[in-house]
């Protein structure tokens, strides 16, 4: 099994900035991708960055350019680092870890969830 715990969220004006952490625990080494999502009220929950083994990323068109995903296996975290905030990012974001369960499975694993607030 695997633990996520998120951290950093917070109220920032827009134009500012928030970096956003996760702390993965259990069973690190079969965590094949790690990435956050983030959902506001009334809509569907959306990615917003992801990274997986090989170091490969994606990011949400909405937030190419404005954010940078960063992934420490030594020290199992993920790390979000946002940038030039609008209000329409404000939502709560989850960190999301896809693991490897059998040779043929992968499970989800998601945190609490940090909201972040942008003010205008």
């Known amino acids: 099994q695997v633990q996520l715990v998120e951290s950093g969220g917070g109220l920032v004006q827009a134009g500012g900035s928030l970096t956003l952490s996760c702390a993965a625990s259990g069973s690190t080494n079969t965590i094949i991708g790690i990435g956050w999502y983030r959902q506001a009220p009334g809509k569907q929950r959306e990615l917003v960055a992801d990274i997986n083994s090989a170091g490969r990323r994606n990011y949400a068109d909405s937030m190419r350019g404005r954010c940078t995903i960063f992934r420490d296996n030594a020290k199992n975290t993920v790390t979000l680092q946002m940038n030039s905030l609008k209000p329409e990012d404000t939502a709560v974001y989850y960190c999301?870890?896809?693991?490897?369960?059998?040779?043929?499975?992968?499970?989800?694993?998601w945190g609490q969830g940090t909201q972040v607030t942008v003010s205008s």
């Open positions: 999301k870890a896809d693991a490897q369960s059998s040779t043929w499975y992968t499970y989800q694993y």
